[in-house]
């Protein structure tokens, strides 16, 4: 089984940005379309924000669009979020998973967005 390991997280002021990163082991990430999921609270539903295919083609939320950029370096296993422009609303745990969540989920990465 894959194994995600989440990291970037912290406080930001609103209108800062912040950079998360997600490692994946084994050796089939290179095939698979990659997401990343946002859960704003326990409970509530954990929403994609942002994946990206195996041929680097990305697509956004709308509530992140033109602010977030997702990346993939297959080479190092890893999927990317830079996040810019971040509102109070984009505080959340952020975790990584294939596109249709096929994966265990890791441990996630908090994002606080406060002044």
């Known amino acids: 089984q894959v194994r995600l390991v989440e990291s970037g997280g912290g406080l930001v002021q609103p209108g800062g940005s912040l950079r998360l990163s997600c490692v994946a082991s084994?050796?089939?990430?290179?095939?698979?379309?990659m997401g990343w999921y946002r859960q704003a609270a326990p409970g509530k539903e954990r929403e994609l924000v942002a994946?990206?295919?195996?041929?680097?083609?990305?697509n956004y939320a709308d509530s992140v669009k033109d602010r977030f950029t997702i990346s993939r370096d297959d080479a190092k296993n890893t999927v990317s979020l830079q996040m810019n422009s971040l509102k109070p609303e984009d505080a959340a745990v952020y975790y990584c998973?294939?596109?249709?969540?096929?994966?265990?989920w890791g441990q996630g990465t908090q994002v606080t967005v406060s002044s």
């Open positions: 084994g050796s089939i990430f290179r095939y698979i379309n």
């Open positions: 994946s990206i295919s195996n041929i680097g083609r990305p």
């Open positions: 998973n294939t596109a249709t969540r096929t994966w265990n």
